[in-house]
């Protein structure tokens, strides 16, 4: 059988192919652009998006999907920004019915097809980043280049990169083979196989608050080039981006001539828990969620009719030995802290110092010291607040004001936090990063995750203590991110050693333009799968291959 792909699929092949170039060499390569310059997008791109976003506010989103009953609003922005747009909801039987209805002719379609239609959407959303950037910008608090870049540019490229993966994978082995065994004397055995990818069923994509496109896409396509419909379920604080998503998206099917309801829009009605109904229906055969330890773990222990996925909270961890560059190291590790208010997974929480200090290039560091210069780094990017919001955005919802309101009396005070007043939002909580000083001993509160603007500077004996907690502490609760400064190359192995033991992925004396906190599509990995902050990573092959099987079917010549 020999499939007859979509004109989509020759439209977008030299990017498809360059993909694959690219998750195999895991050198640096975009395919979206992350600069919102006119030179890059065009003198009125910026504009425009604007006004599709505005023209969203205050209304009903333009969503034609089965068995709408009422339209529900539940999303608050950070920055005060009045959204009133509401989404149409419906009974969940009837959106997964009609999911699973599309899945036939879907799968039917082949790898090729699939995979041409999935990067005509991603084109779609290009197309369209300025109005998705505002969307995300709007509803995360993430400040406004930080949501073109991570919930625009990036996180097409890495729905790119699970494209290619997936389709790697269902393109392993031939769509039809001839077999032929020696039988003797006798004329040989002769058979032909066909080899099917058939999709396991409906996936549920539960969005997150912080990125609800970046950490979306990657499972939300590799479901669908995979053959499976998916009923997107977005945070009910952040609705509009992946609203946005799956609008474009069902355009495209329906142009390209399939069931739009291969994408489904599921926002839920004030305290409904339509996440937990959707993850334990029958039809639900895959989930991807992004979020708490809690209600991850719960995901894992009672969806047991679906494979699932989830990226969980953890404990990043830096461990400082000595450095050649101390105020280049400063300056990373407080960028780190300052960037969109610590609000990210893989934001660093907890600085490992050895008590009697370390060697720099300017001498020998106090613990204190080291204390001052990171804490001295961060004043310098939030002193002045028109700066300051560029970096930080704002506080993405009740539960970090109450960990700083927390953390407040914990400790011994390095530099504590402090509002900021947004110049354009009047209505915006901003807040600048925590840092404590605590001792070794007290675990306790080092030994959790304080998702937000917190971080402790953390007394230690020694470096090999200072590994010695890393492994404790992220053997138990999990880590995204780790890194290390020491200019001794036998501390760097031992780290190394140390993060492939707990499974974290490590970055060593980073005091440039690279930062702890972010990773690239096609080269970094995010998440490894082999500790407790998340079961599986972005992306590799393990991560789409699960969502199909291959069937045969064999006859005789």
């Given at each position: 059988m020999t499939e007859t792909p979509h004109p989509h699929y020759a439209r977008h092949a030299d990017t498809l192919e360059r993909a694959l170039t690219a998750i195999t060499e895991r050198s640096y390569w975009s395919a979206y652009p992350e600069s919102p310059s006119p030179r890059v997008y065009g003198e009125t791109a910026a504009a425009e998006g604007e006004a599709a976003f505005r023209a969203y506010l205050g209304g009903k989103f333009p969503l034609d999907q089965p068995g709408t009953g009422d339209w529900v609003g539940?999303?608050?922005?950070?920055?005060?920004?009045?959204?009133?747009?509401?989404?149409?909801?419906?009974?969940?039987e009837v959106l997964l019915a009609a999911a699973a209805a599309a899945l036939p002719a879907w799968?039917?379609?082949?790898?090729?097809?699939?995979?041409?239609?999935?990067?005509?959407?991603?084109?779609?959303?290009?197309?369209?980043?300025?109005?998705?950037?505002?969307?995300?910008?709007?509803?995360?608090?993430?400040?406004?280049?930080?949501?073109?870049?991570?919930?625009?540019?990036?996180?097409?490229?890495?729905?790119?990169?699970?494209?290619?993966?997936?389709?790697?994978?269902?393109?392993?082995?031939?769509?039809?083979?001839?077999?032929?065994?020696?039988?003797?004397?006798?004329?040989?055995?002769?058979?032909?196989?066909?080899?099917?990818?058939?999709?396991?069923?409906?996936?549920?994509?539960?969005?997150?608050?912080?990125?609800?496109t970046w950490n979306s896409y990657p499972g939300l396509f590799a479901s669908l080039v995979t053959g499976n419909p998916v009923v997107v379920k977005p945070h009910p604080r952040a609705v509009l981006p992946l609203a946005i998503t799956v609008r474009y998206a069902r355009e495209v099917l329906a142009e390209a001539g399939f069931d739009p309801n291969l994408m489904l829009l599921a926002p839920e009605a004030p305290g409904e828990r339509l996440a937990s109904t959707l993850a334990l229906h029958p039809r639900v055969r895959i989930v991807d969620f992004t979020g708490s330890t809690e209600y991850g773990d719960w995901l894992e222990a009672n969806a047991r009719q679906a494979v699932v996925y989830t990226e969980k909270a953890g404990v990043n961890t830096v461990v400082v030995d000595s450095t050649d560059d101390f105020a280049g190291m400063c300056r990373n590790v407080g960028f780190s802290l300052v960037l969109y208010s610590g609000q990210m997974c893989t934001t660093p929480q907890n600085i490992l110092v050895p008590r009697g200090g370390i060697e720099t290039d300017q001498g020998q560091k106090s613990l204190d010291e080291v204390a001052e210069g990171i804490a001295g780094a961060v004043g310098k990017l939030t002193g002045d607040p028109a700066r300051a919001v560029e970096l930080i955005?704002?506080?993405?919802?009740?539960?970090?004001?109450?960990?700083?309101?927390?953390?407040?009396?914990?400790?011994?005070?390095?530099?504590?936090?402090?509002?900021?007043?947004?110049?354009?939002?009047?209505?915006?909580v901003v807040r600048t990063p925590l840092i404590a000083k605590l001792g070794a001993d007290d675990v306790g509160t080092y030994g959790r995750e304080w998702f937000g603007p917190i971080s402790f500077v953390i007394a230690t004996d020694s470096t090999p203590h200072s590994l010695a907690i890393l492994r404790q502490t992220v053997g138990e609760r999990g880590a995204l991110t780790a890194s290390v400064y020491s200019t001794d190359p036998g501390v760097l192995d031992a780290a190394e050693s140390a993060a492939i033991e707990t499974?974290?992925?490590?970055?060593?004396?980073?005091?440039?333009?690279?930062?702890?906190?972010?990773?690239?599509?096609?080269?970094?990995?995010?998440?490894?799968?082999?500790?407790?902050?998340?079961?599986?990573?972005?992306?590799?092959?393990?991560?789409?291959?699960?969502?199909?099987r291959v069937v045969q079917a064999r006859r005789h010549v």
């Open positions: 539940t999303e608050a922005s950070p920055f005060g920004i009045d959204l009133g747009v509401t989404y149409p909801h419906a009974d969940p799968r039917d379609a082949g790898p090729q097809t699939r995979v041409g239609v999935c990067l005509e959407i991603l084109a779609r959303l290009h197309a369209n980043i300025f109005e998705l950037a505002n969307a995300v910008h709007a509803t995360s608090g993430q400040a406004f280049v930080m949501a073109f870049q991570a919930g625009g540019a990036h996180a097409l490229d890495r729905a790119l990169e699970a494209l290619a993966y997936a389709y790697r994978e269902m393109t392993r082995h031939p769509a039809t083979a001839d077999w032929e065994k020696p039988a003797g004397r006798g004329d040989p055995l002769r058979m032909t196989k066909n080899f099917h990818v058939v999709p396991r069923g409906v996936a549920l994509a539960i969005g997150c608050n912080t990125f609800p955005g704002a506080i993405v919802n009740d539960g970090v004001l109450a960990r700083l309101d927390e953390v407040a009396g914990i400790g011994e005070p390095v530099l504590p936090s402090r509002p900021v007043e947004h110049p354009n939002y009047p209505g915006a499974g974290v992925h490590l970055s060593c004396n980073l005091t440039g333009g690279v930062f702890v906190n972010q990773s690239a599509a096609f080269s970094d990995f995010h998440g490894s799968g082999a500790n407790p902050a998340a079961n599986a990573a972005l992306t590799d092959g393990a991560y789409v291959a699960s969502r199909f």
